[in-house]
């Protein structure tokens, strides 16, 4: 490699022979390296030191565990479907976008990445404490993605610059506190054990919440009303939901589907324009609209209706609610 000063990229996917050792003088004689490929190649700690590396690949290494990145120029960096990773430590100011996928009990990436807006994290065993400091270091980024971090208990997230969030499939997930004060779309999807969430996001435009059956019926009716710009929500195999009351004077779409303990729905919501109810089998109430509510001429704006699979649910509130829906365009009652 040294006889090629102008190596601009350079590919060893799956060669056998790049281990440790051999990463940091390869990339020391590359002196104007750009784009460096070392996936499915049997490193576990490589060092990459590089004034001029853009982009670096360590996807599918299976022994990989805690590589060390130094790339001022790097924006691109995959290590997808490297989930053997321990503590990888990355510095690279100018990276955009990153997926981290496993890390060990007791381990967390150090996360240097100043104009960081995207961060992923799959799979990761150790708890979510390192996530403070990762953001302290990434004040820019706007979406997170925390799937599968089977031991986090706990997650207190504090930023004002992320405005996407999702938390899906963490089982000891106990309890949420967030403090985002640019937060428009919240996901909590799978945390079974999820029982305590408070929000402090004065601009979240949508919260969906899916397989969360330790959620109580009170800490959801609170959530709801604390949540004054609240456009949309969705809530969907939610055992622990018996009856839901909020008033929510901004919120025009709720979703509630397969909430099989769900019995009585009363939304003070006067724009409300989409209700959708679906597979709910003890549902026998639902009541929609508040004094002052704002309508075609004397009633709610509501403009789509669905109760599917709802058998309990009476005929007379059905036919308030029809009563009451003057600009009501789509109705199924199947």
Known sequence: LATCPALTTLD?????????????????????????????????????????????????????RSPRV????????????SDALAAPVVDAPRLRRLRI???????????????LTALSLNGCEGDASFLQGALAHARRLTDLE????????????????????????????????????ALR???????????????????????ELQKCPALPTEALEALVQGLGALHTLRLSDCRGLRALAARAPALECVHLSRCRELRDVRLGCPRLVELSLAQLPLLRHVAVGAPGAEAGA???????LSAAA??????????????SSPALLACDLR
Do not use: K
């Not at 060669?15 to 576990?44: F, I, K, N």
């Not at 779309?185 to 919260?207: K, N, Q």
């Not at 004397?298 to 789509?304: C, E, K, N, Q």
């Not at 709802?310 to 009563?323: F, I, M, N, T």
């Open 101 to 115: 996928d496993g890390t060990g009990p007791g381990a967390a990436p150090v996360l240097r990445c100043a104009a």
């Open 185 to 207: 779309s919240a996901c909590l999807r799978g945390c079974s054990a999820l029982a305590a969430v408070e929000v402090d996001a004065p601009v979240l435009h949508t919260l």
């Open 12 to 64: 060893l996917s799956r060669c056998a022979g790049v281990t440790d050792a051999v990463v940091p003088a390869l990339v020391a004689a590359c002196a104007r390296l750009q784009g460096l490929d070392l996936s499915l190649c049997p490193v576990e700690s490589p060092e990459v030191a590089s004034a001029t590396l853009e982009v670096l690949r360590l996807e599918r290494c299976r022994a990989l």
């Open 146 to 181: 925390l799937s599968g971090c089977r031991a986090a208990r706990a997650l207190a997230l504090e930023t004002s610059s992320l405005a996407r969030l999702t938390v899906a499939w963490c089982p000891a997930l106990a309890a949420l506190r967030l403090r985002c004060g």
């Open 310 to 323: 709802c058998p309990l649910l009476g005929d007379s509130d059905v036919r308030a609610l029809l009563a």
């Open 70 to 81: 130094r790339a001022p120029a790097l924006r691109r960096l995959g290590m997808a479907e």
């Open 298 to 304: 004397d009633g709610t704006p509501l403009r789509r």
